[in-house]
């Protein structure tokens, strides 16, 4: 557990000097900037929830994580840092498991706060909202970062020469079609945040459901599982298995 909050400590301070901490504010911006946009144009509080709600899952709760974890290997390789990591007795599942630890709970944090203010715009404008829209959506973006998540490290450990690019590529054109398509859409991390959030006037065709959140439990189990027994087997140095 030391090893898990030490590479947690060393994720924090690169996030805070990096790049990529300013990609995430700008996706935090998102669900307000929507949000403010559709109080002035869309009557309906319906469909501005759900505008709100469906973009922040596509874009801070899906892309977020990805940006900050999917290169879980190839930070380490490119800058040489994993001969520090190893000539220590350090696990190799706490590199996973501690980046995740600095990364998750933050990201959950963002999505929450994003949503809440959204919310309070939404409800500002015409028409009356659901009071219980607001705490499905919350549950939604929780689920979706650490669905999200897990599929950004089991990525990166598969795939860690190019790992952004195809986990980028996964999220903006695989989960699209994934999540439309009933007979595979239970694949899909996005197809089930979606449906946990129960957006009004938003509805999927089903192939054979599953209870959303335990399928989201399968499917971040099985990326994290992934993502463990490939950095155990992973030469670095070579990014090669």
């Known amino acids: 557990m030391s090893s898990i909050a030490t590479i947690a400590g060393l ?3 690169r996030m805070l000097r990096g790049r990529t901490l300013w990609v995430s504010l700008l996706l935090l911006l998102v669900p307000i900037l929507v949000a403010l946009l559709a109080v002035a144009r869309v009557e309906d509080p319906r469909e ?3 505008a709100v709600c469906m973009l922040t899952l596509r874009s801070l709760v899906m892309l977020a994580p990805i940006v900050h974890l999917a290169t879980v290997v190839s930070e380490e390789n490119d800058g040489k840092t994993y001969t520090y990591l190893w000539s220590r ?3 190799r599942h706490a590199l996973v498991l501690g980046k995740m630890l600095a990364v998750v709970p933050v990201l ?3 999505a929450v706060v994003a949503l809440t203010i959204a919310f309070a715009i939404i409800s500002a404008g015409p028409g009356e909202t659901d009071p ?3 705490p499905r959506a919350l549950g939604a973006s929780a689920a979706g970062v650490v669905g999200a998540s ?3 490290v089991g990525v990166g450990a598969l795939v860690p020469r190019h790992p952004l690019v195809v986990a980028l590529g996964w999220v903006l054109v695989a989960e699209q079609v994934l999540s439309a398509v009933p007979a595979i859409q239970n694949l ?7 449906v946990i959030a129960d957006m009004p006037g938003v509805r999927f065709r089903f192939g054979e459901p599953i209870p ?3 399928a989201m439990a399968v499917l971040s189990a099985v990326w994290l599982g992934i993502a463990l027994w490939r950095v155990r087997r992973l030469e670095f140095g070579s990014a090669e298995g």
């Open 108 to 110: 959950m944090v963002a």
């Open 188 to 194: 899909s991390t996005l197809f089930h945040a979606i």
């Open 212 to 214: 959303p959140y335990l």
């Open 11 to 13: 994720t924090w301070k």
């Open 132 to 134: 219980s829209w607001l």
């Open 150 to 152: 897990c599929f950004a």
């Open 48 to 50: 501005r929830w759900a």
């Open 89 to 91: 007795p350090v696990p």
